[in-house]
C-alpha cells in the first residue's frame, strides 16, 4: 500500500501532450495520487509544455543545452536541479536530448522513457513512417526503462494500435498518441505502486491483468 506519493521530475523538449496526460491523471490537486510531479524540466525555453506546468501550479525550470559546453555540463546542471527539486524518478516526455551514460547510471531504474513504437522493433526517430512502409498490422508505444544505448532497457508497458488501410505517418501517429496518453499514466501508477520488479533486464509487473489476444485484421 502506498503511503506516500512518488516524487517525478519531468523532462520535455516540446509542447507536452505527454506531460499533459500525467497532470491530468495525477493531479496536482489529486490528494491520493500515488504520483506527484515536482518539477517540469525543458532543455528548450518558450516551449508549450512548460506553460502547461505553470498553469498546473507545478516548478518549472528551463536549462537551455546551448548555454553548455558539452553534454556532460549539461546533464551536470540537469541532474542538480532533478536532485535539489527531490525526485525519486525520471521521466522522460518529448525530451529530445541524448543523456549521456554517466547520467543514465547515476539514475539507473529510476529513469524512465515512453517511445512511439513497439520495442524492440522500430528504435530512433521517424517510427510511424518506418512502420508503415515495412508493412506492420500493428504499431504501438512503449515506457521502459532507459540504459545507454538508445530505446532499449526493461519494458515496463505496452500499447498496441492497428495500422489500418489508408494511414499515412499522421494519422498512424495520432492514434498512437492518444495511446500514450493513457500508458504513460498506467506505467507511471504500476511503478508508484511498487508493481513493478527488474529480473536481470526484464521488468515484471506484479498482479496483471492478462489481455485478450489482439487480431489484425480482426477474425
Known amino acids: 500500500m502506498v503511503t506516500k506519493p512518488l516524487k517525478v521530475a519531468v523532462l520535455i523538449s516540446g509542447r507536452g501532450s505527454n506531460l499533459q496526460a500525467l497532470i491530468d491523471h495525477f493531479g496536482p490537486v489529486i490528494t491520493t ?91 530512433g526517430t521517424d517510427t510511424h513512417r518506418r512502420a508503415l512502409k515495412r508493412g506492420v498490422k500493428m504499431h504501438g508505444a512503449t515506457v521502459h526503462f532507459v540504459r545507454h544505448e538508445t530505446d532499449t532497457g526493461p519494458i515496463i508497458a505496452q500499447a498496441a494500435v492497428p495500422v489500418l488501410m489508408n494511414d499515412t505517418p499522421d494519422t498512424l501517429g495520432l492514434r498512437v498518441l492518444q495511446a500514450e496518453h493513457k500508458l ?31 487480431f489484425s485484421p480482426a477474425l
Open 33 to 123: 495520487s500515488p504520483v506527484r510531479i515536482v518539477t517540469v524540466i525543458s532543455n528548450r525555453p518558450g516551449v508549450q509544455g512548460i506553460e502547461r506546468a505553470k498553469k498546473a501550479g507545478i516548478p518549472t525550470a528551463v536549462i537551455d543545452h546551448k548555454a553548455f559546453p558539452d553534454r556532460i555540463a549539461f546533464d551536470a546542471s540537469l541532474d542538480r536541479a532533478i536532485r535539489e527539486a527531490g525526485a525519486e524518478l525520471v521521466v522522460l516526455a518529448g525530451f529530445m536530448r541524448l543523456l549521456t551514460e554517466g547520467f543514465v547510471a547515476a539514475w539507473k531504474n529510476r529513469l524512465v522513457n515512453i517511445h512511439p513504437a513497439l520495442l524492440p522493433s522500430f528504435r
Open 184 to 214: 504513460y499514466p498506467l506505467a507511471l501508477r504500476l511503478i508508484a505502486e511498487g508493481r513493478v520488479t527488474l529480473d536481470d533486464e526484464r521488468a515484471v509487473v506484479d498482479g496483471r491483468a492478462e489481455p485478450t489476444v489482439l
